[in-house]
C-alpha cells in the first residue's frame, strides 16, 4: 500500500506501507524511537563519464537516473549526513542500521555514520558469485560490494542470531564475506516494456541473511531507499513489520506489485536457533520450590563418580563440599569450574536423567506464555 507521508503531529508509525515521498523528509515527520533496524541502499554517486559498451557493441544498461546524480561530493556529504541524522533519529535505543554501498560511495558514508555517532560493528563484504565484467578492460573487475553494520549508540544491546546465521552457513560461525549471487533470472524484475525495473535491485538471499541476523519476528524494519521492494518483500515472508521511503512512482508500483505477491512463512518456520546465552535463566532453586526435585533427594554426576544431596535452599552437599550445583561439581573434579546443568543428573524408574531436563521444561513453559 503507497500513501503520502504522516503529517507532522500525528505519531502513528505506518507499518508494512509504503510512503510517498523524500526519505529525510518523511524520516523526520515519524516518531522518534520507532524502529528496530534501518537497512538502507543509498544512492551510490556513481560519478558516470559517458555510455559504456560490451564488446559486442551493446550499450550496458547502467545507473545514470537523475536520482543518482550529485553536482559534488560536498553535495553527496550534505544528502549523507542529512539522512543519516534522521535515520539515527528513528531507531530504537538497541536498533542497529546496515548500509550498503559501492567504492563510489561507501567510504564516505562510513565517516558520516561514526560522525552522526552510529557504532560500527562489523563491514560485510558482499561478494558477488557472478559479477558483471570489466568491459573496458581498465580495471579490475568490481566484484564485490560492501555493507557496514552499526548499532546506534556504543551501548546498544543490538540484535544478533548468531546461532541462526551459523546454522544458515551449515554449523560454521558466519564470516564477513558473504559470497551471494546479483539479480538475475525470474529475480530480476522488470517493467511494462520488459525492461529492467531497478538498476541496483539487490538479491533477496542477501536481505534474507540480514533480517535473520539482526532482527526478530514483528521486530520494525525501516529503507528509506525503497526502489522496487526488497527489503519490505523479505521482512513480510519472514514475519518482520517493513516500512518503505520511495519518491520513484514507478518502483513503488513495481513494489507494491511484488509485496502483494509475496506469502509469509508459517509461524514455526520463522523461529530461528537462538544462543544459550539468549534462553531464559532458571535458578537450580526453582526445580526445588516447584516440586520438581526434592531437599534430601540424590543427585548422581553424570559420570557416575559422585553423589550430592539436595537442600532446601537449592544448594548441593557432598562429603566437604557444599554450595551450588556448579561449585560442588567443580570441587569434586577438582576442576576450575564446572557446568552444574549438564554434571548432574536424578534418578528416576532406574534412570539417571540429567536435571538440564527440568530446566528445559520451565523454559518451554515461559515461552508458551
Not at 76 to 92: G, I, M, N, Q
Not at 232 to 258: D, M, P, Q, S, T
Not at 305 to 314: E, L, M, N, P, Y
Not at 328 to 344: D, I, K, M, Q, R
Request: net charge positive; with cysteine.
Amino acid at each position: 500500500m503507497t500513501t503520502k507521508h504522516p503529517k507532522k503531529g500525528k505519531p502513528a508509525l505506518p507499518l508494512n506501507q509504503i510512503l510517498d515521498g523524500d526519505c529525510i523528509e518523511v524520516m523526520n515527520s515519524l516518531p522518534a524511537c520507532s524502529v528496530d533496524l534501518i537497512f538502507a541502499d543509498p544512492p551510490y554517486n556513481l560519478q558516470l563519464k559517458g555510455d559504456l559498451h560490451r564488446p559486442d557493441n551493446s550499450r550496458v544498461d547502467a545507473v545514470d537516473d537523475d536520482w543518482d546524480q550529485f553536482s559534488s561530493f560536498a553535495a553527496y556529504d550534505r544528502f549523507t549526513k542529512a539522512w543519516l541524522s534522521a535515520a539515527r533519529r528513528l531507531l530504537k535505543p538497541n536498533g542497529a542500521i546496515w548500509v550498503i554501498g559501492s567504492y563510489h560511495n561507501i567510504f564516505r558514508v562510513g565517516a558520516a555514520m561514526q560522525d552522526a555517532g552510529l557504532w560500527i560493528l562489523n563491514d560485510v563484504v558482499w561478494r558477488k558469485s557472478n559479477p558483471m565484467p570489466n568491459f573496458r578492460g581498465m580495471r579490475l573487475t568490481n566484484a564485490h560490494e560492501t555493507m557496514i553494520w552499526a548499532s546506534k549508540t556504543e551501548k546498544s544491546k543490538y540484535t544478533f542470531n548468531y546461532e541462526a546465521l551459523k546454522a544458515l552457513n551449515e554449523g560454521i560461525q558466519m564470516r564477513s564475506d558473504w559470497v551471494l549471487p546479483i539479480c538475475n533470472g525470474h529475480e530480476r524484475l522488470k517493467d511494462e516494456n520488459g525492461e529492467k525495473a531497478h538498476p541496483t535491485q539487490k538479491p533477496e538471499s542477501l536481505l534474507h541473511r540480514v533480517l535473520v541476523g539482526s532482527t526478530n519476528p514483528e521486530d520494525v524494519v525501516l529503507d528509506p531507499f525503497f526502489g522496487t521492494g526488497t527489503t519490505g518483500a523479505v521482512a513480510k515472508k519472514l514475519g518482520r513489520n517493513f516500512i518503505g521511503i520511495e519518491r520513484e512512482a514507478a518502483y513503488r508500483k513495481v513494489a507494491e506489485r511484488r509485496i502483494a505477491n509475496a506469502r509469509k512463512y508459517d509461524r514455526a518456520s520463522l523461529q530461528v536457533s537462538t544462543s544459550k546465552r539468549a534462553e531464559p535463566r532458571v535458578p537450580f532453586g526453582q526445580l526445588v520450590e516447584r516440586g520438581m526435585l526434592s531437599p534430601g533427594e540424590i543427585l548422581t554426576s553424570l559420570n557416575g563418580r559422585w553423589t550430592a544431596k539436595v537442600r532446601a535452599d537449592g544448594t548441593l552437599i557432598a562429603s566437604e563440599a557444599r554450595g551450588s550445583i556448579h561449585q560442588v561439581g567443580a570441587a569434586l573434579e577438582g576442576a576450575p569450574s564446572c557446568n552444574g546443568w549438564t554434571f548432574w543428573g536424578f534418578r528416576r524408574d532406574g534412570k539417571t536423567i540429567p536435571i538440564d531436563l527440568l530446566r528445559q521444561q520451565i523454559r518451554a513453559e515461559m515461552r508458551a506464555n
